[in-house]
Structures are given as structure tokens and as C-alpha cells.
């Protein structure tokens, strides 16, 4: 069983920036592809970024790409999502979620976290 608990949300303006943090359980983390997805009201489910177990590759949404960087620290078993230069789009309940692989479907994803809710104000 792996349960994923997210915080780091809040309400900020556009410009500001934000780390979410995803904090894992499981003694097997380090074999976890992982990802961030995003969900605004109204909205489907949204695939933000995505990490191998490794590290070694990372992927994003084009919408993201260059503000936006997802990295992993093993030995406190946490994923990360650094998001810069924020913009009121970004609102939305964010969610990290673990698979066997990393891809942009989320059917495809096994386990998710409760979501942490990113106000952006304009």
C-alpha cells in the first residue's frame, strides 16, 4: 500500500512562486515513477509533470515547461514541484500519483495523494 499526503498550497499572486511537496509512504519509493497532475473547477484531471524512479527523466506539460521543475529526494522520501513565475491558470488542486510508468494518462496511475489547493490571484 503507498499513501501520498501533498502540502505546500496556498494563495499567492502571479508572479510568486510555490513548492509543493508530495511526502510518500512505502518501503519501495525510490522504485516509484511518479507525477503531478492538476484539476481546476469544471476541469478534467490534468497531467502536470512527471519523474522516473531514477530521477533521470523528467517530463512537463507544455503549459508548465520552463516555470515549472519536479525533482525527488529519496532519503526523505518526497517528490517536489517548484513552480515560478505563477499565473492564475495554475489554479487548481494539485495531486501527486504513482505508476509503473510515467505518462499523461491518469487512468494510469495507481495511487494518489488528498490534493493541495494553488490560488493564483491576478
Known amino acids: 500500500q503507498v499513501q501520498l499526503v501533498e502540502s505546500g498550497g496556498g494563495l499567492v499572486q502571479a508572479g510568486d512562486s510555490l513548492r509543493l511537496s508530495c511526502a510518500a509512504s512505502g518501503r519501495t519509493f525510490n522504485r516509484y515513477n511518479m507525477a503531478w497532475f492538476r484539476q481546476a473547477p469544471g476541469n478534467e484531471r490534468q497531467f502536470v509533470s512527471g519523474i522516473t524512479w531514477s530521477g533521470g527523466n523528467t517530463y512537463y506539460a507544455d503549459s508548465v515547461k520552463g516555470r515549472f521543475t519536479i525533482s525527488r529526494d529519496k532519503a526523505k522520501n518526497t517528490l517536489y514541484l517548484q513552480m515560478n513565475s505563477l499565473k492564475p491558470e495554475d489554479t487548481a488542486v494539485y495531486y501527486c500519483?504513482?505508476?509503473?510508468?510515467?505518462?499523461?494518462?491518469?487512468?494510469?496511475?495507481?495511487?494518489w495523494g488528498q490534493g493541495t489547493q494553488v490560488t493564483v490571484s491576478s
Open positions: 500519483a504513482v505508476a509503473t510508468r510515467v505518462t499523461a494518462s491518469k487512468e494510469e496511475y495507481d495511487y
